[in-house]
């Protein structure tokens, strides 16, 4: 038997899977589909709710952080209202697809009985990527503030803070000119 190819992303002559890695791969698929299922199913404003932790970004400064709204724009998504997903913060469109994408693979191998996806060398791939994820994320923050101000979006925009109003004031004199 020749031996797996490995780099990639699909290993297609792979061993067995030990009965403790199937229970891994089930319990990570597990919780990222029960996290996805919260997600969707549960309204921040109804009588039962997720806890949340105030985004300390937006605490100081009034402003939104790259994920704030991600939760919300997620709910939006998983149920079907694309628009409002994509107005509260796109960033939740590929952060769902990953979810879901991760939760298939995982109960694919779970259900194949070996391995489909090399793991790690996905994680080394991405962590080449990180540092332009993080550029491009941080050159979409931009709009993201700057429309979230103009809008104004008050489920991300505090502008009853000091930072937020100044800079709401700056726009305003700006566009008038």
């Known amino acids: 038997m020749p031996p797996p190819i490995t780099g990639t992303l699909i290993q ?46 937006r605490t100081v400064s009034g402003l939104p952080c790259p994920f704030c709204g991600g939760t919300r724009a997620a709910r939006a998504l998983l149920n079907g209202n694309l628009a409002r997903a994509a107005d509260l913060n796109p960033l939740a469109y590929p952060a769902v697809i990953l979810c879901l994408a991760v939760a298939g693979a995982l109960v694919f191998e779970v259900l194949r009985g070996r391995r489909m996806v090399d793991w790690e060398s996905s994680a080394r791939r991405v962590g080449r990527f990180a540092p332009l994820i993080i550029v491009l994320v941080f050159l979409w923050w931009i709009p993201h503030i700057l429309l979230a101000i103009r809008t104004p979006k008050l489920e991300l925009v505090d502008l009853k803070n000091p930072i937020a109003a100044c800079l709401r004031e700056a726009l305003e004199r700006r566009d008038k000119n």
């Open 12 to 57: 297609p002559m792979n061993p067995p899977l030990l009965p403790y890695e199937r229970g891994i791969r089930l319990a990570a698929a597990g919780l990222l589909l029960l996290g996805i299922t919260l997600v969707a199913l549960i309204d921040p404003r109804g009588p039962i709710s997720l806890p949340g932790l105030p985004c300390g970004f």
